[in-house]
C-alpha cells in the first residue's frame, strides 16, 4: 500500500496524536509555539483511503546567509517504525522536506531498544565490573529495533554520533521511566529504594507541602531554576520560554502542562514541571534550593507527582534523561543514582539519526557544531 504525504493542519495532527495511547510531547502541534527559535510544520500521512496513519512535527532553523533549512523531528515522526517497507514513509517525508528548503534531516525514532531493570543496574553498581549501562546484560529486547537500525542504514540515514554519556543526541538517548500500568501506588511506593521511602516520610513529618501552581507561580520556580543553574554550572533558560511553554501547552490541553511547588513554613524549596501526552507522563524540568535540604523537598515533590500521574491513568512516569555511566567517580553518575531508587527501568531509544539531503552543507554544520 502507498502512502501520499502532506502538510496538515494543527487540528488534524492533534486529532491523530489522540487516537494513540501516547506520543512524544515534542511531536504535539504545540510544541512547535514553545519552540519560536524555529518554524514549524505539521505533516501527515494518509493510506489509500485517505485517512491519516502517521504524523510528524517538524521543527525548520534556518542557517546563516543561506535560506536552506535543518529540518528536525524531535522523537518522532510518529509512524510504524516496525513496517519491513520503512522506505514508503521517509522517502515522502525526505521529498517534501527539501521541497520546503531543508538541507539535511534529523529525526529520533520512538523506539526502545531495550531496559535494564533497577536491581539490575544496582548490582551492576556494586559489583563495580561494568563503566557503562551498555555493557550491562539487559532483562528487556526489542529485536524488531535493530531491524529498523539496518533498514535505516540500508536507506542512507546516519546515526548521530554518540558522545559516550548518553548525551550525544540532541534528546537524551538513555532514560528512566516507572511502569505504572497494572500496578496500584501502594505497589508504586514499595518499588522505591528504602532511602527514597525514608525522605518522603521524612518531608511528611517535617511538614513540606506540595502545591500545584499555575502561570502566576512560574517565576517562583524560576528562582529555584535560577540557583539550581548557578549550582550545577549550565545555561538556564529565561522566564519568558517557561511562560510560552505554559501558554501554549496548556492553550492546547489543559493538562498538558502541569507545575508543581515545594514549600516548608512558606519558604518555597523546590520545583518540577510535569507534561502529559496521552497515557505518558514526563518530569520535564526541576530546580531546588540548598536551604533546608534536609527536609528532603525533592524525593517529595516526585512522589506526589507520580500520584497525580497515576490519578491520570497514565502507563508510564518519565523521569528522562540519564547518562549511561556507572562509574561513581563520574559527575553524571548521580543522575542515575538519585532516579533508580524510584525502581523503574532504565530505557535506551535508536538515539537520533541524520539524512543529509546537501552533503556540503551538511559537512558544514557537522564543522559548525563540533566547534562549539
Same mark, same amino acid.
Given at each position: 500500500?502507498?502512502?501520499?504525504?502532506?502538510?496538515?493542519?494543527?487540528?488534524?495532527?492533534?486529532?491523530?496524536?489522540?487516537?494513540?495511547?501516547?506520543?512524544?510531547?515534542?511531536?504535539?502541534?504545540s510544541w512547535g509555539d514553545v519552540?519560536?527559535?524555529?518554524?514549524?510544520?505539521?505533516?501527515?500521512?494518509?493510506?489509500? =483511503?485517505?485517512?491519516?496513519?502517521?504524523?510528524?512535527?517538524?521543527?525548520?532553523?534556518? /542557517?546563516?546567509?543561506?535560506?536552506?533549512?535543518?529540518?528536525?523531528?524531535?522523537?518522532?515522526?510518529? @509512524?510504524?517504525?516496525?513496517?519491513?517497507?520503512?522506505?514508503?514513509?521517509?522517502?515522502?517525508?525526505?521529498?517534501?522536506?527539501?521541497?520546503?528548503?531543508?538541507?539535511?534531516?534529523?529525526?529520533?525514532?520512538?523506539?526502545? /531498544?531495550?531496559?535494564?531493570?533497577?536491581?539490575? /543496574?544496582?548490582?551492576?553498581?556494586?559489583?563495580?565490573?561494568?563503566?557503562?549501562?551498555? #555493557?550491562?546484560?539487559?532483562?528487556?529486547?526489542?529485536?524488531?529495533?535493530?531491524?529498523?537500525?539496518?533498514?535505516?542504514?540500508?536507506?542512507?540515514?546516519? %546515526?548521530?554520533?554518540?558522545?559516550?554519556?548518553?548525551?550525544? #543526541?540532541?534528546?537524551?538517548?538513555?532514560?528512566?521511566?516507572?511502569?505504572?500500568?497494572?500496578?496500584?501506588?501502594?505497589?508504586?511506593?514499595?518499588?522505591?529504594?528504602?532511602?527514597?521511602?525514608?525522605?518522603?516520610?521524612?518531608?511528611?513529618?517535617?511538614?513540606?507541602?506540595?502545591?500545584?501552581?499555575?502561570?502566576?507561580?512560574?517565576?517562583?520556580?524560576?528562582?529555584?531554576?535560577?540557583?539550581?543553574?548557578? =549550582?550545577?554550572?549550565?545555561?538556564?533558560?529565561?522566564?519568558?520560554?517557561?511562560?510560552? %511553554?505554559?501558554?501554549?501547552?496548556?492553550?492546547?490541553?489543559?493538562?498538558?502542562?502541569?507545575?508543581?511547588?515545594?514549600?516548608?513554613?512558606? #519558604?518555597?524549596?523546590?520545583?518540577?514541571?510535569? /507534561?502529559?501526552?496521552?497515557?505518558?507522563?514526563?518530569?520535564?524540568?526541576?530546580?531546588?534550593?540548598?536551604?533546608?535540604?534536609?527536609?528532603?523537598?525533592?524525593?517529595?515533590?516526585?512522589?506526589?507527582?507520580?500520584?497525580?500521574?497515576?490519578?491520570?491513568?497514565?502507563?508510564?512516569?518519565?523521569?528522562?534523561?540519564?547518562? #549511561?555511566?556507572?562509574?561513581?567517580?563520574?559527575?553524571?553518575?548521580?543522575? @542515575?543514582?538519585?532516579?533508580?531508587?524510584?525502581?523503574?527501568?532504565?530505557?535506551?531509544?535508536?538515539?537520533?539519526?541524520?539524512?543529509?539531503?546537501?552533503k556540503l552543507l551538511h559537512k558544514?554544520?557537522?564543522?559548525?557544531?563540533?566547534?562549539?
Open positions: 500500500m502507498s502512502l501520499r504525504l502532506r502538510t496538515i493542519s494543527r487540528e488534524e495532527h492533534l486529532a491523530f496524536i489522540r487516537t494513540l495511547p501516547s506520543a512524544s510531547h515534542m511531536q504535539v502541534p519552540k519560536a527559535e524555529w518554524r514549524s510544520e505539521s505533516i501527515g500521512w494518509f493510506d489509500d =483511503r485517505g485517512t491519516v496513519v502517521g504524523a510528524g512535527l517538524v521543527l525548520y532553523r534556518q /542557517i546563516p546567509k543561506v535560506k536552506r533549512y535543518l529540518a528536525y523531528l524531535p522523537e518522532g515522526p510518529v @509512524i510504524d517504525w516496525f513496517d519491513p517497507n520503512l522506505e514508503r514513509w521517509l522517502q515522502p517525508m525526505l521529498d517534501h522536506l527539501k521541497g520546503q528548503g531543508a538541507f539535511t534531516v534529523k529525526m529520533g525514532p520512538p523506539v526502545i /531498544i531495550r531496559r535494564w531493570q533497577a536491581e539490575t /543496574i544496582k548490582s551492576a553498581i556494586a559489583g563495580k565490573e561494568a563503566k557503562r549501562l551498555r #555493557d550491562v546484560e539487559a532483562d528487556w529486547y526489542e529485536p524488531r529495533a535493530i531491524d529498523t537500525a539496518d533498514r535505516l542504514r540500508r536507506l542512507g540515514w546516519q %546515526q548521530g554520533e554518540d558522545a559516550g554519556a548518553g548525551f550525544g #543526541d540532541v534528546q537524551p538517548r538513555y532514560v528512566y521511566q516507572v511502569p505504572l500500568a497494572n500496578r496500584s501506588p501502594e505497589d508504586i511506593l514499595k518499588g522505591f529504594n528504602q532511602l527514597w521511602r525514608r525522605n518522603i516520610k521524612k518531608a511528611e513529618k517535617a511538614g513540606v507541602e506540595i502545591v500545584q501552581g499555575g502561570y502566576d507561580d512560574l517565576p517562583v520556580f524560576h528562582q529555584l531554576y535560577l540557583e539550581t543553574a548557578e =549550582r550545577d554550572h549550565f545555561i538556564p533558560r529565561p522566564l519568558s520560554y517557561f511562560q510560552r %511553554q505554559w501558554k501554549a501547552l496548556t492553550s492546547e490541553d489543559p493538562n498538558r502542562m502541569r507545575l508543581y511547588l515545594a514549600y516548608h513554613e512558606g #519558604d518555597a524549596l523546590a520545583g518540577t514541571t510535569m /507534561i502529559t501526552v496521552g497515557g505518558h507522563v514526563w518530569y520535564s524540568y526541576g530546580a531546588s534550593t540548598v536551604h533546608k535540604r534536609e527536609v528532603q523537598p525533592n524525593n517529595a515533590i516526585q512522589w506526589r507527582m507520580l500520584r497525580d500521574a497515576y490519578a491520570l491513568g497514565a502507563t508510564v512516569y518519565d523521569l528522562r534523561g540519564i547518562s #549511561d555511566t556507572l562509574d561513581e567517580d563520574d559527575h553524571l553518575f548521580g543522575l @542515575i543514582r538519585f532516579k533508580v531508587g524510584t525502581g523503574g527501568q532504565a530505557a535506551e531509544y535508536l538515539g537520533e539519526w541524520d539524512f543529509p539531503l546537501n558544514a554544520l557537522d564543522m559548525y557544531m563540533n566547534r562549539r
